[in-house]
């Protein structure tokens, strides 16, 4: 069994910042590429960022310049490092490693909202 462990989400206000941790198994986290996708409110989930194993990174154009995603082999986390955050970045976040299966974690919830 492949569990992912996200956490970091909460109340934030407009212009804030979080970061998002997901921890995977090392040798799952060492072999994919991992990523973080979002639903918000009445809409569907969205890629919004990846990071293949080599570290190659592609991001949504919403939060291109804003989002930072990283890998730490060391620790086996990957981290969505968000920025300059608006009140349409408010979704449940969710980590993602790409087997063959894929994998999710259970998803942690972010609100940007003064």
């Known amino acids: 069994q492949v569990q992912l462990v996200e956490s970091g989400g909460g109340l934030v206000q407009p212009g804030g910042s979080l970061r998002l941790p997901c921890a995977a198994p090392g040798i799952i986290f060492r072999a994919y590429a991992m990523g973080w996708y979002r639903q918000a409110p009445g809409k569907q989930r969205e890629l919004v960022a990846t990071?293949?194993?080599?570290?190659?990174?592609i991001y949504a154009d919403s939060v291109k310049g804003r989002f930072t995603i990283s890998r730490d082999n060391a620790k086996n986390t990957v981290y969505l490092q968000m920025n300059s955050l608006k009140p349409e970045d408010t979704a449940v976040y969710y980590c993602?490693?790409?087997?063959?299966?894929?994998?999710w974690g259970q998803g942690t919830l972010v609100t940007v909202s003064s």
């Open positions: 990071i293949t194993s080599s570290g190659f990174t």
């Open positions: 993602h490693v790409q087997t063959v299966a894929g994998v």
